[in-house]
């Protein structure tokens, strides 16, 4: 992969306890080279060893999200061989992604497509700007998605709309995102239409899952994942061990000293 450069990955960690991750290849739409591939997967080595961390935000640079592989990398190994090697990379990259004790959003604005939409269903929330568009165009590259983005938009959508998405490579925008469960949000289009907003209001958006201590949003996403990837009685395990990290916790006996009304 470090055969094909171009672009970077960058990682922000703010105090907040939010990160964000930056797609940044602006002269190819931010299409991801062989080392911005190496560099996702270092990215989330570094994230996974973040433990004060608790929400991630994922961008595109200049104002739109991700144009998939960069297609001069994708035709120099136009084989099922090397095809194969460089979505197992992928694979792994993305479900680690995903499996972070982070709460994710995929910001999109402009374009996500091809491996790019794949992207964005690697992230626990899409939100969308006014105008963009997520595109699994997969079936025009006489290809299917192969970074994960099949299996994970079923989980998203279920079947028929994954169906109709990827045999349609149907233009998903923001309503239609938020009709079937792609989209969890669409920007205000007041504060969209800059990056730097777009990147403010998702933060402020994320901000409601992830106010309150570390340990508990970080407990959250464990035991979602476990409830969304294991059989049900492993699910139920771990969640009884995620239980224990936080029951007699700090945040646990502050809540109980104080009273609190849920009103
Ligand atoms: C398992 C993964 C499967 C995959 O991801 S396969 C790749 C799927 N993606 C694509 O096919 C995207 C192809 N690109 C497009 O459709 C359009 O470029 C796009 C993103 C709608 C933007 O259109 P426009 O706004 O008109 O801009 P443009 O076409 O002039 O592009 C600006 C420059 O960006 C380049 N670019 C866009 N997408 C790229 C890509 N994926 N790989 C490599 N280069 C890419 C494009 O060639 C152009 O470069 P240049 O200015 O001509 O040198």
Same mark, same amino acid.
């Given at each position: 992969?470090?055969?094909?450069?171009? %672009?970077?990955?960058?990682?922000?960690?703010?105090e907040s306890g939010i990160a964000v991750l930056t797609v940044n290849n602006p002269a190819r739409m931010n299409?991801?080279? %062989?080392s911005m591939m190496v560099e996702l997967e270092e990215r989330v080595s570094q994230l996974e060893e973040w433990t004060e961390g608790k929400g991630l935000i994922i961008q595109g640079a200049a104002g739109t999200f991700c144009s998939g592989s960069d297609l001069n990398a994708v035709r120099a190994i136009s084989n099922p061989q090397d095809g194969m090697k460089m979505c197992t990379f992928m694979q792994n990259a993305l479900t680690r992604l995903l499996r972070l004790p982070l709460l994710s959003v995929a910001l999109v604005e402009g374009n996500a497509l091809g491996g790019g939409a794949e992207l964005t269903t690697a992230c626990d929330f899409r939100l969308m700007a006014p105008g963009s568009v997520i595109q699994f165009v997969h079936k025009h590259m006489g290809l299917v998605p192969g970074w994960g983005g099949a299996a994970r938009l079923v989980r998203i959508v279920g079947g028929q709309n994954a169906l109709k998405m990827l045999g349609g490579a149907l233009k998903i925008d923001p309503e239609m995102g938020l009709q079937i469960g792609l989209a969890d949000g669409v920007l205000e289009g007041s504060l969209a239409g800059s990056g730097a907003n777009a990147l403010l209001e998702a933060e402020q958006w994320l901000g409601c899952y992830t106010t309150g201590p570390a340990p508990v949003i970080r407990a959250i996403k464990s035991v979602v994942v476990s409830g969304r990837e294991l059989p049900l009685e492993v699910a139920l395990r771990t969640?009884?061990?995620?239980?224990?990290?936080?029951?007699?916790?700090?945040?646990?006996l502050q809540a109980l000293a104080t009273k609190a009304k849920h009103k």
């Open positions: 992969l470090q055969a094909f450069p171009g %672009g970077s990955i960058d990682l922000v960690k703010q299409a991801f080279s %062989g969640e009884r061990d995620v239980f224990g990290t936080v029951w007699g916790g700090p945040a646990n």
